[in-house]
Each structure stands twice: as structure tokens, then as C-alpha cells.
RNA sequence: GGCGGAUUCGUCUAGAGGCCCAGGAUAUCGCCCUCUCAAGGCGGAGACACGGGUUCGAAUCCCGUAUCCGCUACCA
């Protein structure tokens, strides 16, 4: 399992410039799941290098969404670690001392190129349309009297990387066919900024072989980058890891990198980071099952499974190199099948917040409401978020309800009939018990008596105490109301209904739907 | 422009030369169940990007083409 005979190690290696991104979310799972299923390590690395797009409040957030998603590192800048600081911005002297080493070994050298030179090169190489657009070497070929006087003059200076002028790099990534380019076409990148921090190409190799980082799964952007990555190997004498580079999440539409400020086809928000998805009422192993899925399959026929089955069968050799458009239906009906598999009392938690944020009523409040035991089954098969609850339920906590009197009356009923039907429902409701199972059938009983359906006579009272024709079932919606508060809606629908009866004398007036 | 990657039902995928006139899931449509809505059950329609090879045989191998995506920063 591991090709190059080391306990797995692997990293997830986000930098806090903002949210945590749905991709690296998936990143960061299967770099879990790989070690899990091997035993072996996962630490978290922050990659804080750019002090320019630095964001405060971007290391919790993320660190936040990945507790929140189930993956726990073993290693990282909260937990410690033997290999630690686990935080680039902490280990600039190792930088700065294996960048010194490359210079001195001819590897790197220090380059003192205005950005307006560099702009420039780069704008006639692109007018005369060159082959390869970068850096072109310029002070790779100083002399020292040159340098010394350039340094002596305090100029601002890079170190970039002296790339082998002749020859290729086969390279390899285990999702792909192994590749090669021609190593004059990598342009001596830059790997020490003139602020002192290091890029990625070379905070990332040289953390990487500290760590004793064994595999690399990140986004398919590197792709391009292996090759100096590999050089920088070499140039050092260490071992590069074996390399999978996971195919890019791209919007639902498939027509590019996911990504904010992008509406679905059906006018709904694109959500891209994790945050959102839990704001939006996912369940975290829902998501954790669906991030899953996308370019890898548990089984051949089954798209459902849990984390320890996950585990079992994850092997990164399996993932799909194809970059995938996001599935969100598929993610809808799946967090569907998590709801419902919820034992009730853990619904009514997870849904608390959500209730409390939708309908304005602290968690407090809610939670010593009488009712709050009977939501969870009213909504658990009809939910596909969390948050699709509240507007089912909101009848339940409003102190009255508004709707259209017309709708009380009955399919195939004018307005003396549906009242006369609600009456007599009142009356058989007052002398039962005030259970489930003592109205349902009694007032099934009164339809047929009556000559109705049972959905004509549940219709009305479904309108009655909700004030909606579409609600969740109307004997649990009375539980959930109470037997005072139940009795109360259908009196003043019959107050309604009264109205109506005196408003149209025209015995037979067809009732408007 | 250069370089790189990808290409199986609308979408997520299974598939590593015969098991595939391509399997599962979701979405969609229909039927059943049913107090509305759901959930659930059953069924329908729906794909190997295109063109050449190689082979007795190709979704699977090779070569082109097309399309999409990525990289081409003192960002990661």
C-alpha cells in the first residue's frame, strides 16, 4: 500500500486567507480516509505565507469546519506534534537556512529584477506570443562584482530557483500516466520573497520532507508544479513523496471551478463553503458521505455508507481523475436519508437552533415549549435540511394564523356544508380524549356518517388549524397544538365559515377553490 | 500563445479487451400507497465526445480532432 515503504503520513495544508472551500473540504477528507484506512497520520499545516491575504479569523474558521465535518488531525499547530511548529510563518528560519544552502550549492541564487522589469518581460512575451512566459534568467548570470555592488546598494532581492538548463523531469502522479517536460521551460521561480517569507514551491518541500510526509493529495492546480517540485527534491538530495492531485469540484452547471457570486439555473445561491452547508442545515456526516462520493465510490452500487465503511474501502488509487460538477440534488436527497435516519430526540436537538433561528424564538423558549416534542416527527420525513422545518411548523408557535376563510371549504362542499362538517367534528373532537388514537378513527368514523371522504372533512380542519392546505399530518399537528389551542382555530374557522354562510344566502353557490 | 489535465445517462459514478446491445444513484416521468405534502414501493425514458487504427473481439489499448478545465505571480 505504500510504494515507498514508509508509515503513511499526510498533510492538509490550508492557508487562512479565507473560508474553508467546499474543495478543500474534500481535500482534506480523502487525505483522512487515506490514513485512516492505513494507520496512518494526518497532520494540519497552516500555510501562512502570504502576509498580504492573510485573514484573521480564517484559521478557526477552518479548523472549525473541519471538527465540525469529523476530521481530527493528528498532528497540527492545537495538538502539538513531534515535527512541529505546524505554522509556516513560525519556521522561517529552516526556511532561510535551506534556502542559504541552495545558494551555496548553485541551486538558487538571489535575483534583484524590478517589478517593472518583470512586468515588461512579461508583456512582450506575451505580444510576441513566446513559448514559455516567465522570469528569463537575467540575474542567474550575474557576475560577483555585480552582485556585490547590487547588494552593497541595498537593492530589494528575490532568491529563485536555478533550474537544470538541460533535460526533462518524468514525473508522476498515481491518478495519471507518468509525464515529462523539458526543464529549460520551468522558469526559475521565485522561492524567497523580498519580505523574507518563502512561496509555496519551497516552504511546501521543504515542510513536506521535514514532516516526513509520505503522500500528497491536493488540488489538481499543482498539477503543473510537480516537476520543480521534483527539482527541488533532487537539487536538496531528498525523496519527493508520490503525489495524487484531486480533480477540481466545478459549480452544479459544470462550467467552471466552484466558486461564490454564481446562481444555479434555479435562482438558489451556490453554497462553497462548508460554513454555509452547515448554516443551511446539513448534516455533517451527510456531507461527509456526499464529499465522498464525488470522484470516488465506495461500492459499485451504493452511494450510502458510513464513515468506518468509508474507511474500510478507501484506497487513493480508486479516485476518479475527472473533475466533477457539483451534485446538489444528490446532495438534497442524501441529507434527506441522514434525517430520517436520526433517532427522533437527536432531530429535536439538531433542530432546536434552526427553529430558533427561522421562527425568532430563543432555544430556551422553545425548548420548554410544550409542543417542541411533537416537531421532530412531524417534519423528519419531510425535510431535506434542517432548515426546511421551521416554514412546516411555523403554525404551531404563531400566537394566530392568517389565511384565506375560502379554504375552508371543502372540495365538493359549499360553505354551510363545510361548516356543518366542522361542527360535527368539533363535537365528536369534545367528547374523545385528546389522543391520536382516540380522534383519528372517531373522526373518520363522522366522514363516512357525514357521506364524506376522509380528505374533504381532514382538509377543513387541516386549513382550520393551520391555516394551509399543505401542512404535516393533521392528527400529530393537533398534538402539537394542544387540545386548547386546537379547539380554539376551529372555533374561530367556524366564526369564518358563519360568515361566509351569511355572505353568500345563494343556497347552492359553487365554492371558489 | 505555451504547457498540463479531463472526456460513460441532465448530474454523481461502476467499468482496468470478451461478464456491457454498459450496472448503481440522483434528478425527471408514470403507477401504487395515501388526510394534503412528503416518505416508501414498483416501472419508464436516458450515456461510452468525434474520427481513424490495433485486435477474432474495445467504453476499456494507440493516434489524431473537438470540447471543457487548470497552470503560465515576490497567491496559494
Known amino acids: 500500500m505504500t510504494e515507498n515503504n514508509r508509515p503513511v503520513r499526510v498533510r492538509m495544508a490550508p492557508s487562512p486567507t479565507g473560508s474553508f472551500h467546499l474543495g478543500s473540504a474534500r481535500t482534506a477528507l480523502y487525505n483522512w480516509l487515506w490514513t485512516r484506512h ?22 478557526q474558521d477552518i479548523t472549525d469546519s473541519m471538527h465540525w465535518l469529523g ?43 524590478s517589478e517593472e522589469r518583470l512586468n515588461a518581460l512579461r508583456v512582450e512575451q506575451q505580444a510576441r506570443k513566446a513559448d514559455a512566459i516567465g522570469y528569463d534568467r537575467h540575474c542567474r548570470f550575474l557576475t560577483a562584482e555585480q552582485r556585490a555592488e547590487l547588494e552593497a546598494s541595498g537593492s530589494p532581492s528575490v532568491v529563485r ?21 523539458e526543464n529549460r521551460k520551468i522558469l526559475d521561480p521565485v522561492i524567497l520573497k523580498s519580505d523574507g517569507y518563502p512561496t509555496y514551491h519551497l516552504a511546501n518541500v521543504v515542510d513536506d520532507h521535514f514532516m516526513e ?59 462553497t463553503y462548508v460554513e454555509e452547508y452547515r448554516d443551511a442545515g446539513y448534516l455533517p ?41 457539483l451534485p446538489i440534488s444528490k446532495l438534497d436527497w442524501m441529507n434527506g436519508q441522514y434525517i430520517r435516519a436520526l433517532d ?7 433542530l432546536i437552533p434552526f427553529l430558533s433561528r427561522d421562527l425568532g424564538i430563543a432555544e430556551d423558549a422553545l425548548r420548554a415549549h410544550p409542543a417542541l416534542p411533537f416537531i421532530a416527527p412531524l417534519v423528519q420525513e419531510r425535510i431535506k435540511t434542517l432548515a426546511d422545518a421551521a416554514s412546516l411548523v411555523d403554525f404551531v408557535f404563531a400566537d394566530k394564523i392568517d389565511y384565506d376563510p375560502t379554504m375552508l371549504i371543502a372540495k365538493g362542499l359549499d360553505a ?70 386546537t379547539l380554539a382555530r376551529i ?16 343556497d347552492r353557490g359553487e365554492p371558489t377553490p
Not at 515535527?83 to 541551486?107: C, D, F, K, M, T
Not at 538530495?237 to 508520490?242: A, K, V, Y
Not at 452500487?301 to 460538477?325: G, K, Q, T
Open 416 to 485: 354551510a356544508g363545510s361548516l356543518a362538517a366542522l361542527e360535527a367534528a368539533d363535537g365528536v373532537m369534545r367528547s374523545l380524549p385528546f389522543t391520536e388514537e382516540a380522534l383519528e378513527p372517531a373522526l373518520r368514523a363522522l366522514a363516512t356518517d357525514l357521506g364524506l371522504k376522509p380528505g374533504q372533512l381532514f382538509g377543513i380542519l387541516r386549513v382550520a388549524l393551520t391555516g394551509k392546505n399543505v401542512a404535516p399530518p393533521l392528527f400529530g399537528s393537533m398534538m402539537a397544538l394542544g387540545n386548547e389551542e
Open 161 to 181: 530557483f536555478a533550474m537544470p538548463l538541460e533535460g526533462e523531469t518524468a514525473y508522476t502522479d498515481i491518478l495519471r500516466p507518468t509525464r515529462s517536460v
Open 344 to 350: 427522533t430526540p437527536v432531530l429535536t436537538e439538531l
Open 285 to 325: 456526516d451527510a456531507m461527509f458521505n456526499f464529499l465522498s462520493i464525488l470522484g470516488w465510490a465506495q461500492s459499485a452500487d451504493n452511494d450510502l455508507f458510513s464513515r468506518a465503511e468509508a474507511v474500510a474501502a478507501f484506497d487513493i488509487h480508486d479516485i476518479n481523475a475527472s473533475p466533477a460538477a
Open 38 to 59: 492505513t494507520g496512518g497520520k494526518f497532520l494540519l499545516r497552516i500555510e501562512d505565507t502570504d502576509q498580504s491575504r492573510y485573514a484573521p479569523g480564517a484559521l
Open 491 to 506: 372555533e374561530d374557522a367556524k366564526t369564518h365559515l358563519c360568515k361566509l354562510v351569511e355572505g353568500s344566502p345563494s
Open 213 to 271: 510526509i509520505t503522500h500528497v493529495l491536493r488540488g489538481d492546480e499543482w498539477l503543473n508544479s510537480v516537476p520543480l517540485h521534483v527539482n527541488l527534491y533532487r537539487a536538496f538530495g531528498w525523496e519527493p513523496p508520490i503525489y495524487a492531485h484531486l480533480p477540481l469540484i466545478l459549480d452544479p452547471g459544470g462550467e467552471g471551478k466552484l466558486s461564490k457570486r454564481k446562481k444555479r439555473a434555479d435562482g438558489q445561491e451556490i453554497l
Open 71 to 113: 476530521l481530527d488531525w493528528d498532528e497540527g499547530p492545537d495538538v502539538g506534534g513531534d515535527y512541529g511548529p505546524y505554522v509556516q510563518s513560525e519556521r522561517l528560519a529552516l526556511y532561510h537556512q535551506w534556502v542559504n544552502w541552495l545558494i551555496e550549492h548553485g541551486h538558487a541564487y538571489r535575483c534583484y529584477c
